[in-house]
């Protein structure tokens, strides 16, 4: 698969369409945004995971609605669902584990 880029409503069909999807909120000025983005590079390439990533500049109304106080932040969903939620940075090996545990990857 490949990340996505997406913005407003766009999120909100893929997390409503998706039967898991990880919400990648960043910003392009925040250093950990970068290097969890390359984490989550990784991960897209070895496992079966939606994973988006939403712009916290350009889409105030979707950080707002799930009440993302920092960035980055990984939302978690499941069937639509808000499952999990993942501040900050985290290392690979941790956070496959983090996945693993909310059901998003096997």
Known sequence: MSI????????LKEIQTSKSVLIDCWAPWCPPCRLIGAVLEEIDLEFDLKIVKVNADDNPEFISEFQVMGIPTLLLFQDGQLVGRIAGFQPKVQLIESLKKYGLIE
């Not at 996505?4 to 766009?10: F, H, K, N, R, S």
């Open 4 to 11: 996505l880029q997406a913005e407003g409503q766009e999120v």
